[in-house]
């Protein structure tokens, strides 16, 4: 790696660090007044837990060894790489350790909007915790480092089943653990906050450009590509959400259009490695109906209170990105795909792509199940109480108002 590809990346690792509070300024401006601060508390506490986890067993038990091609092992545990004895150690692991990093703080804060106005903290805290080693290690250690899902030939090239699939299958088990918000179904909720919706979904988008192209590894054609096809993708899916209001309501809005892009940039996710631009337009300009429908039609037939549909945008939204990955990849874009998508005349990655799918919603559904029972039993509950949920929870978790001079209703 010369000096322009560690730059790249470092930079890239920065901004995808930056999505997190991106992603807070999202999730908050969706929320209630009265639950703003918990909601950006519980999007950035990741910032430390999740890092601390990573330099301790994370990026060892993702990238180290190898466990029956799930999980690594304690080899670079504490980040101790002796560069005497350990010959797969360079500076470079040093920087893909970096890098990989701010994924594995990014993820479980996607969670977050789904729970959102009801989970106490403490109990998110511990949740985070133990869904890091259940799920998010050994998703990151079999898709990116020589686990079961890259041996069978499944490609990802930044996190469409490591990271999307994954948050977004755990944040519907876990709103259903939960139950439903007081009142929901009953009354209307409405954002609170419109620009700050906005201004997060415009920093996710410039943050996605280091999640994307960063995935590279280096400062070259294959960053651009993923450069390319990742904004073609979100604006694709901000245009086509735009068009579905217009045609729906008789108005676009500006939280829809914001919806839209972050949809776009998850369901290229995966495939902004290895699908042409032209692909990328088509990604998007779906993912939009696919999520629109989940989101307007699935999830009130079903009647799960996923809060700000963290399902309906990145799961579903990861699981088209999947599937079009195994329809549209060119071998020749990138060379880690053993096979061309359907569309370009193969049926064996489109086949490992379901079959990948597959696997990372089956861990995200055990895995949710066994860490909520986990932080269920080491504090007081994973709901506030009935009480705690009507005062908001910004001052009963924290004690700390968003808003300390607004009087009128909530």
Not at 226 to 239: G, I, P, Q, R, Y
Request: proline fraction near 3%; charge should be neutral.
């Amino acid at each position: 790696m010369n000096h322009g590809d560690a730059a790249w990346m470092l930079t890239s690792s920065a901004l995808v660090l930056l999505m997190t509070p991106a992603l807070a300024l999202f999730y908050s401006g969706m929320t209630k007044r009265k639950n703003t601060v918990n909601t950006i508390m519980s999007c950035v506490f990741t910032m430390g837990l999740s890092a601390v986890l990573w330099i301790l067993v994370g990026f060892s038990l993702s990238f180290s060894g190898d466990l029956g091609g799930v999980i690594g092992n304690l080899r670079w545990a504490g980040m101790d790489f002796n560069t005497l004895s350990d010959s797969s150690y360079s500076p470079n692991t040093l920087i893909f350790a970096i890098f990989q990093m701010m994924f594995a703080v990014i993820t479980p804060s996607l969670i977050v909007g789904a729970i959102v106005e009801r989970m106490r903290f403490s109990s998110l805290f511990v949740f985070v915790a133990v869904w890091s080693f259940l799920v998010y290690f050994p998703m990151a250690h079999m898709v990116w480092v020589g686990g079961f899902l890259m041996k069978i030939g499944s490609v990802d090239f930044a996190g469409g089943n490591v990271v999307h699939i994954t948050s977004g299958v755990s944040a519907l088990i876990l709103s259903i653990v939960l139950g439903k918000r007081k009142n929901y179904g009953k009354i209307s909720y409405h954002p609170h906050n419109v620009p700050f919706v906005f201004l997060g979904a415009a920093l996710l988008w410039f943050g996605w450009f280091g999640f994307n192209a960063g995935s590279a590894g280096a400062a070259n054609a294959l960053a651009a590509h993923a450069f390319m096809t990742t904004n073609t993708s979100a604006a694709a899916a901000m245009l086509s959400w735009i068009f579905i209001e217009k045609y729906k309501d008789g108005a676009p809005t500006l939280v829809g259009a914001s919806t839209g892009l972050v949809v776009g940039l998850v369901a290229i996710t995966p495939g902004s490695g290895f699908v042409p631009v032209w692909a990328s337009l088509v990604i998007g300009a779906l993912a939009s109906p696919i999520s629109y429908f989940f989101i307007s039609v699935v999830k009130k037939r079903f009647g799960y209170d996923d809060a700000l549909d963290v399902f309906g945008c990145h799961g579903i939204g990861g699981i088209w990105g999947g599937i079009a990955t195994g329809l549209f990849t060119q071998s020749s874009i990138n060379s880690s795909a053993k096979w061309n998508g359907l569309f370009f005349g193969s049926t064996e990655l489109f086949l490992r792509q379901i079959a990948a799918i597959g696997v990372a919603i089956g861990f995200a559904v055990v895995g949710t199940l066994l860490a909520a029972a986990v932080a269920k039993l080491v504090t007081r509950g994973l709901r506030v109480s009935e009480k705690e949920e009507a005062i908001g929870l910004d001052i009963t978790e924290h004690g700390e108002p968003a808003y300390p001079a607004f009087n009128g209703m909530d």
